[in-house]
């Protein structure tokens, strides 16, 4: 009973948390961009195409932060927030060292962390999924979608480091 009420503080916590950073990419809310203005900051590092991975940035900290909130869909939403806390660390936050004050990646890589950790200790009693009785097929389902989630980060990586082609003179 203990640990299932501290994985629902955590998942609460944390979930609503990323879910607020995440509705301020998409409706501009808490001194947000809004899409439009997530999607041209996405642009400008190098995301192409920039609604794409706007979209999966939205994703991974809305979506995935009120799933993990709600302990619903076991590790899905998770792996939304690993993906979008590990492009946070490498590409948005990487070059600026580690301390926050910095710029650097120490709030993302927390985040990323204790995502981790939720992924692999599961919901717990108090979800929606234990609620419900919903369960995916464990670890299959975290271990597949952390490889699924490491491919797309990293394409996403290895897209935003390419060079524009330079179009010759006319």
């Given at each position: 009973m203990a640990i299932d009420t501290a994985l629902l503080i955590?998942?609460?916590?944390?979930?609503?948390?990323?879910?607020?950073?995440?509705?301020q990419k998409l409706f501009g809310w808490f001194g947000g961009n809004g899409?439009?203005?997530?999607?041209?900051?996405?642009?400008?590092q190098g995301f192409r195409p920039a609604t794409l991975w706007t979209l999966l940035a939205v994703?991974?900290?809305?979506?995935?932060?009120?799933l993990l909130a709600l302990g619903l869909l076991g590790p899905l939403g998770?792996?939304?927030i690993v993906g979008a806390m590990l492009v946070a660390v490498v590409k948005v936050h990487g070059a600026n060292g580690f301390?926050?004050?910095?710029?650097?990646?120490?709030y993302p890589l927390v985040l990323l962390v204790v995502s981790v950790v939720l992924g692999i200790a599961g919901p717990g009693s108090?979800?929606?999924?234990?609620?419900?009785g919903l369960a995916l097929p464990e670890p299959l389902t975290y271990i597949i979608g952390l490889v699924v989630t490491l491919i797309i980060?990293?394409?996403g990586i290895a897209?935003?480091?390419?060079r524009p082609v330079e179009q010759p003179a006319a």
């Open positions: 955590l998942r609460v916590f944390i979930g609503l948390l990323v879910a607020a950073h995440g509705a899409f439009a203005g997530t999607a041209k900051w996405i642009e400008s994703l991974g900290e809305f979506g995935g932060g009120l998770v792996l939304g301390w926050g004050t910095k710029g650097g990646y120490e108090y979800s929606l999924d234990g609620l419900i980060v990293g394409l897209v935003s480091n390419r």
